[in-house]
């Protein structure tokens, strides 16, 4: 499959229309509808249901759109590398990150590295660590900002001295917003909303212990300010890491640490033995004297 048609495919796929996505690319109609019959002969199987209201992906041609959108994705970052190869280092960086307290502390190296390459530009991807993790392994994420428990054996990593501190969310006039901390039994006492991560997840589950009961959780969560939204409405109280939400209102949601205290960590990880651009490695060199750490 070659690149270019499989950028016209996914041009299709978003107008939704082979006649407007022919006057998107400047050719003609018949040049591109011949050029998606080659491509389903090519790949075997039918991409496209075509109707009287236009056209639609079958399965399969869901599954080539999810692709073709990761290889050209790859092949952007991969021509940005080869151009930013050179003395004056002014690439981009891509990093991944969940929402953490740690935040804090990747702002303050990128502020402190472009003291020392300011041509240097910075992608930040918002994700669960799984996410982050599986865009690293097919190179579209230079460096990880990951919440443990995770598996690095894959990675060379730095383990941040942050202390990631969980608390349940609830909103500002939910009678346990009168306590100093919450124990497993208070949160019990009504619906739950828990992270989706299965490790994490598992930490939470230990944490709760006897207390637990599965028919409370009612919604499960990726990113904490969707979740706290889900509180806003009613839908229950909310367990998240306290740093995921540095901005709450405290007139509306109020948050209260876990009793016993639950922490985590978080690393700053990235592949070993990775062709990294002039800037991702320039940037990883920074991160480490920041820090005034070697890589794991």
């Known amino acids: 499959m070659e690149i270019r048609v499989l950028r016209y495919f996914l041009t299709v796929v978003r107008e939704e229309s082979i006649t407007k996505a022919a006057e998107m690319l400047h050719i003609t109609q018949p040049t591109l509808s011949r050029q998606l019959a080659q491509l389903e002969v090519e790949v075997g199987v039918r991409l496209f249901r075509r109707g009287a209201r236009g056209i639609a992906l079958t399965n399969e041609g869901i599954l080539l759109r999810r692709r ?22 002014d690439g981009t960086v891509s990093i991944g990150a969940g929402e953490l307290a740690s935040v804090q502390l990747l702002g303050d190296i990128i502020k402190s590295c472009r003291t020392k390459h300011p041509l240097i530009r910075y992608e930040i991807f918002t994700a669960s660590a799984d996410l982050t993790k599986e865009r690293m392994d097919k190179g579209l994420t230079d460096i990880g900002l990951l919440l443990e428990p995770i598996n690095i054996e894959k990675y060379e990593f730095i383990r941040l001295d942050v202390k990631e501190r969980w608390v349940a969310v609830m909103p500002a006039d939910d009678p346990l917003a009168a306590r100093e901390y919450v124990t497993a039994d208070d949160l019990m006492t009504g619906p739950l909303i828990l992270p989706i991560r299965g490790g994490v997840r598992n930490e939470l589950l230990s944490w709760f212990g006897s207390s637990f009961d599965r028919e409370r959780v009612i919604l499960t969560h990726s990113m904490s300010t969707n979740a706290s939204i889900m509180v806003q409405k009613g839908m229950g109280r909310c367990v998240t890491v306290e740093g995921s939400l ?8 109020a948050l209260r640490p876990l009793y016993p205290e639950l922490t985590s960590t978080s690393v700053l990880a990235w592949k070993r033995q990775q062709p990294f651009s002039l800037a991702a490695t320039k940037f990883i060199e920074h991160l480490k004297c920041f820090l005034g750490m070697t890589e794991s």
């Open 68 to 89: 073709a959108e990761e290889i050209a994705e790859l092949v952007d970052k991969t021509e940005r590398e080869l151009l930013e190869q050179n003395e004056l280092i």
């Open 246 to 253: 540095p901005y709450l209102d405290n007139n509306v949601l």
